[in-house]
């Protein structure tokens, strides 16, 4: 009897710990309903938002563009009228002028006839000498109306029915963005960002890329990268802290940006690839991750090895080359199992590197396949994975080791891919370069 209630206890306890666990994952399935609905409520609110605020500056705009060029045609019909107006102003004056001399000359006329016969002959004498001098045969031209300008507005319907065209057709509404991103990769130091179109039916031309801190009170978006490729790395982020990444486009043939992609969260655990400090022969930048050959006086060629072996199997070790200097077959960049300060080049035992005139290194000897030659601006990238640990043997230590590693060396557009033996089980290493001389600039990450 005191089985079976231990057995229902037991039971009960299981399915009161299986309901609490049903009610959190119902309650979590909540808050995602909710900032679901939250989403979408805000998204359209700012829709409208900008819509409103769109048209009423369209509105604002063309009545200001019509005000305008109702202006300029009022004032076109104002110079007009006042050009023709003038002309018929002054044969007006000229005709009201010979109105009032003929008056005149009538009124002298009938006073000399009225005369008695002693002034008679002087008073039409003078009046005869004065109708002479008016011109009465002399008339000024009046112009025919065809002559006149008639003033008239040319005014149709097609600015309306391209109006009604480019509004029918301007502006649209989407339920999401055309491009979205589709993952974030966590990387020394930074972020690689990868986006994809949702919409296949958007021709993109262009993609923007933004990112900002997590929680940085409205902090604006910095940009991070414009350009046609699908991926960017962001690098000089603080390990452990939330950053959050958009993604836009811009259509081929167009001039405005889509509306950017839904901010996603993403973070590094990663600390940033650095130099060592106080190697002979080299200037470190600020954040140690860019490395310069300063000092050929003396033919020794200092291996620069980074901080600590912070390169990890499963990682993409990238090193770009942005100045160069004269070549010599002993330079090169790659990785390490160790840090040894006194070897004078990656070409030995225990490393695997690139030389700046392609040749792949294996533990210090020089394999047959070759990549392309090292120049400003390449990029040179190491990608390994442990691929097997065989039993120790005499037969596995004459071949370099009991511990296979699968590397891949991509320079361009080509890649090299060996197995490196090595003795000892690890995934960690140490990445470096080594110059002869000066000028050369290295940056990893």
């Not at 919409?199 to 940085?216: K, P, V």
Request: glycine content about 8%; some cysteine.
């Amino acid at each position: 009897m005191a089985m079976e209630v231990d057995l229902l206890l037991q039971e009960a306890k299981e399915s009161i710990e299986a309901a609490q666990n049903y009610r959190s994952e119902l309650q979590q399935r909540l808050h995602g309903l909710n900032q679901a609905r939250k989403q979408v409520r805000g998204s359209s609110g700012q829709a409208r938002e900008t819509l409103r605020r769109h048209f009423a500056e369209l509105q604002a705009a063309a009545a200001r563009l019509l005000a305008e060029r109702l202006g300029v045609l009022m004032a076109e019909v104002d110079a007009i009228e006042a050009d023709s107006i003038k002309p018929l102003d002054d044969c007006q004056s000229l005709i009201e002028h010979g109105v009032g001399q003929a008056d005149e000359l009538l009124r002298e006329g009938e006073a000399a006839l009225r005369t008695s016969l002693d002034e008679k002959e002087d008073k039409l004498g003078s009046f005869t000498k004065k109708a002479l001098q008016i011109q009465l045969d002399s008339l000024p031209e009046v112009p025919a109306l065809v002559d006149v300008p008639c003033v008239s507005a040319q005014l149709d319907d097609s600015l309306l029915s391209l109006f009604r065209d480019g509004v029918s057709r301007h502006g649209a509404v989407s339920s999401h963005p055309p491009v979205q991103i589709e993952e974030l990769q966590e990387r020394p130091g930074g972020i690689l960002v990868r986006w994809c179109k949702v919409d296949e039916d958007f021709a993109a031309a262009e993609f923007r890329l933004q990112y900002r801190r997590s929680g940085s009170g409205g902090s604006q978006y910095e940009e991070a990268f414009k350009g046609r490729d699908s991926e960017f790395l962001v690098l000089h982020l603080d390990p452990h802290t939330d950053y959050l990444f958009r993604v836009c486009a811009r259509g081929e043939g167009r001039t405005e940006w889509s509306p950017w992609s839904i901010p996603q969260t993403g973070y590094t655990t990663l600390a940033p690839h650095e130099w060592r400090s106080g190697t002979e022969g080299y200037i470190l930048s600020s954040r140690k991750n860019i490395a310069l050959r300063n000092d050929s006086a003396h033919s020794r060629c200092p291996v620069l090895y980074s901080s600590g072996p912070t390169y990890y199997c499963g990682q993409t070790l990238t090193f770009r080359i942005m100045a160069a200097g004269p070549v010599d077959r002993r330079d090169s960049v790659g990785v390490s199992i160790d840090g040894k300060t006194e070897e004078e080049s990656l070409q030995r035992d225990g490393a695997v590197c690139i030389s700046t005139n392609g040749a792949v290194f294996v533990n210090g000897k020089e394999m047959t396949n070759q990549l392309p030659a090292v120049t400003v601006g390449s990029a040179i990238t190491f990608d390994m994975e442990v691929v097997t640990l065989f039993p120790v043997s005499n037969n596995n230590l004459s071949e370099g080791g009991n511990f296979k590693l699968r590397v891949t060396i991509g320079s361009g557009n080509r890649e090299v891919v060996f197995d490196w033996m090595v003795e000892q089980p690890t995934d960690c290493f140490f990445f470096g370069c080594s110059f002869v001389h000066s000028g050369w600039k290295v940056l990893v990450f």
